[in-house]
């Protein structure tokens, strides 16, 4: 379902944690250390960096066009600040050119998204590590994240924890996969916000959609998940609330919602993500979390394409939506952001393929799509060609 960037396929095996001697520093980073309030909205203050990768897939896009105004509209893109997705041990490299020309007034948006068993309901996005695997989730994936952004300050950065994660162990405990990976789950989100609880950070916890734990019966006990793993980290300071919709489809106030007229529509009043955010939020500091929020608005502008409300991969007709910003008319809602990659495949609609889930298959998914994290050149057209705004 998530950005899994194909080049992890030809990792061949884990590395070494890298020594603070060979960490890169941003040469446009501010003149002393950043320190960032988390019980205020930073992204009144701090921009969502257009970082390098996602650019330079853009552009490569771009160059692939043939029609002069949508290559125009398209070059655009690229300086929308999205979220750069650390999704393998060998993603972390991704790190040291996306700070290097990070300036003092933008923020770094990572997404730290590797834990053992990943993924555990379904098979496009399935992960590196086995369930079993904490110790290596720890030692060479989360410690040199630390490291890295230990090593510059200077930086501000902002981290959606583990998408998927916590929802899925809500909603999916009775499948064995999610059985396994319960424990690995939860204690390394935990050492994840333990470990990356520095001054320079602001942290979000995956909580799913209003689609997913907004149903009447999971508000309670999606909240008190979130807030078990969050006290076991020592409630760390830096960990400003939940990240909603990451590489999602929901409306942020659309009214009535998308599946408003669905026969059990009755038993989820969540029907836009904006009423999640109130009605999550709600039962989140009755558990004790912290309840702000950032949406991904990088693929929502067109509503009604799905068939269902569970189908999340390569919805046929999608747009780009609203730009990332911190005017969201909510005072929960810290911001709007690009969680997803949008051009970056969900999964591929090849069913002879080893990660081919079926979702990737279904009438309302754009076929065909190649493997998660690939570059998907005519999904990324369609999107531009039905952004509101339009570029």
Not at 83 to 96: E, H, Q
Not at 101 to 128: F, H, M, T
Not at 130 to 136: N, P
Not at 167 to 184: E, F, G, I, Y
């Amino acid at each position: 379902m998530k950005a899994d960037i194909a080049a992890v396929l030809l990792a061949t095996g884990a590395l070494a944690a890298p020594s603070e001697k060979v960490q890169r520093t941003s040469s446009a980073a501010c003149s002393s250390a950043v320190t960032l309030d988390a019980s205020t909205n930073v992204w009144t203050k701090y921009k969502l960096h257009a970082n390098t990768f996602y650019r330079s897939e853009v552009n490569k896009a771009v160059e692939a066009m043939t029609d002069s105004s949508l290559k125009t509209q398209a070059a655009k893109v690229a300086d929308v600040g999205s979220f750069l997705w650390l999704d393998t041990i060998a993603n972390i490299a991704k790190f040291d050119d996306a700070i290097a020309d990070l300036p003092c007034e933008d923020i770094l948006g990572l997404v730290v998204y590797d834990l053992p068993g990943r993924d555990c309901a379904a098979k496009a996005s399935n992960g590196e590590l086995a369930y079993s695997e904490i110790s290596k989730y720890k030692s060479q994936y989360i410690d040199p994240i630390v490291a890295k952004i230990k090593a510059n300050p200077n930086s501000a950065f902002a981290l959606i924890i583990e998408p998927d994660s916590l929802p899925n162990l809500v909603t999916n405990a009775d499948l064995q996969t999610c059985k396994d990976s319960k424990s690995a789950y939860e204690e390394g989100v935990a050492y994840a916000l333990k470990n990356l609880n520095l001054p320079n950070v602001v942290m979000y916890v995956d909580a799913g959609h209003g689609g997913w734990l907004g149903w009447d019966a999971n508000l309670k006990p999606g909240a008190e998940e979130l807030a078990k793993v969050y006290k076991n980290a020592g409630s760390p300071k830096q960990v400003r609330g939940i990240a909603t919709n990451i590489a999602g489809w929901n409306a942020w106030d659309l009214s009535p919602g998308e599946f408003s007229k669905a026969s059990d529509a009755k038993y989820n009043a969540c029907q836009n993500e904006r009423t999640y955010v109130e009605k999550f939020g709600a039962a989140l500091k009755t558990a004790g979390f912290p309840n702000h929020a950032i949406v991904d608005t990088g693929r929502n502008a067109v509503t009604g394409l799905r068939e269902e409300w569970g189908n999340w991969c390569n919805v046929d007709g999608a747009g780009f939506g609203v730009r990332p910003t911190s005017s969201t008319g909510y005072e929960l809602a810290d911001a709007f952001v690009w969680g997803k990659p949008g051009g970056e495949s969900d999964g591929t609609s090849d069913t002879g393929a080893t990660r081919y889930d079926s979702f990737c298959g279904k009438p309302d998914a754009f076929k065909p799509s190649p493997e998660a994290g690939e570059w998907n050149q005519a999904y990324f057209e369609m999107l531009l060609k039905n952004a509101k705004p339009s570029f």
